[in-house]
Antibody, heavy 123, light 107 residues
Framework: QVHLVESGGGVVQPGSSLRLSCTAS????????IHWVRQAPGKGLEWVAV????????YYADSVKGRFTISRDNSKNTVYLQMNSLGPEDTGVYYC????????????????WGQGTLVTVSS | DIQLTQSPSFLSPSVGDRVTITCRAS??????LAWFQQKPGKAPRLLIY???TLQTGVPSRFSGSGSGTEFTLTVSRLQPEDFATYYC?????????FGGGTKVQIK
């Protein structure tokens, strides 16, 4: 069955960097885009970024553009989220999610999600 | 960016009730809306995609409808396990955006 595991979260100071990983199993990884979605404590969901199945295209939320970079290594079934210049507003649980559509150039629909990794930005 | 406004923000129905949640978009879009259910401490679960298509494994009491700028999620007969927070999400234009959520709490 589809399984996604996020890792790399932790407590960091404002201005720091952190790299999250999302390792997948149970499906043909290089056929599907992967999204990152975050949730601040007690708040709603915020879509963050997506990378297409082949890694050739990426899309970002305005709030993270220029600070975060999404990438993937299909040989390792892993997607990364490099987060730079972190601020308190970046605190939250970060989920990765598999796209529902096979080899779609414009990804849509997050059908399977990991359990999330917590990022806390605090001095 | 497309803004999604959900209403109501909070609902307190009884088991067996019919529940309707609305998601209004800041511009017209068809075929690009999804609905999610989230329980405390858990990851979201995809219920509906492409406005009205039921995700595999989701009970048929859930349905989605709408067009243009107004979309609805309906639960025909609320079950105890349906008490959760519901979100809409659009993929019409990137960046994708979520609605603010509707918390459905048992009466």
């Amino acid at each position: 069955q589809v399984h996604l595991v996020e890792s790399g979260g932790g407590v960091v100071q404002p201005g720091s960097s952190l790299r999250l990983s999302c390792t997948a199993s149970g499906f043909t990884f290089n056929n599907f885009a992967i999204h990152w979605v975050r949730q601040a404590p007690g708040k709603g969901l915020e879509w963050v970024a997506v990378v297409t199945y082949d890694g050739n295209n990426e899309y970002y939320a305005d709030s993270v553009k220029g600070r975060f970079t999404i990438s993937r290594d299909n040989s390792k079934n892993t997607v990364y989220l490099q987060m730079n210049s972190l601020g308190p507003e970046d605190t939250g649980v970060y989920y990765c999610a598999k796209d529902r559509s096979l080899k779609r150039e414009i990804p849509m629909w997050c059908d399977f999600w990991g359990q999330g990794t917590l990022v806390t930005v605090s001095s | 960016d497309i803004q999604l406004t959900q209403s109501p923000s909070f609902l307190s129905p009884s088991v067996g009730d019919r529940v309707t949640i609305t998601c209004r978009a800041s511009q017209a879009m068809n075929g690009y809306l999804a609905w999610f259910q989230q329980k405390p401490g858990k990851a979201p679960r995809l219920l509906i995609y492409a406005d009205s298509t039921l995700q595999t494994g989701v009970p048929s009491r859930f349905s989605g409808s709408g067009s243009g700028t107004e979309f609805t999620l309906t639960v025909s007969r609320l079950q105890p396990e349906d008490f959760a927070t519901y979100y809409c999400q659009q993929f019409y234009i990137y960046p994708s955006t979520f609605g603010g959520g509707t918390k459905v709490q048992i009466k």
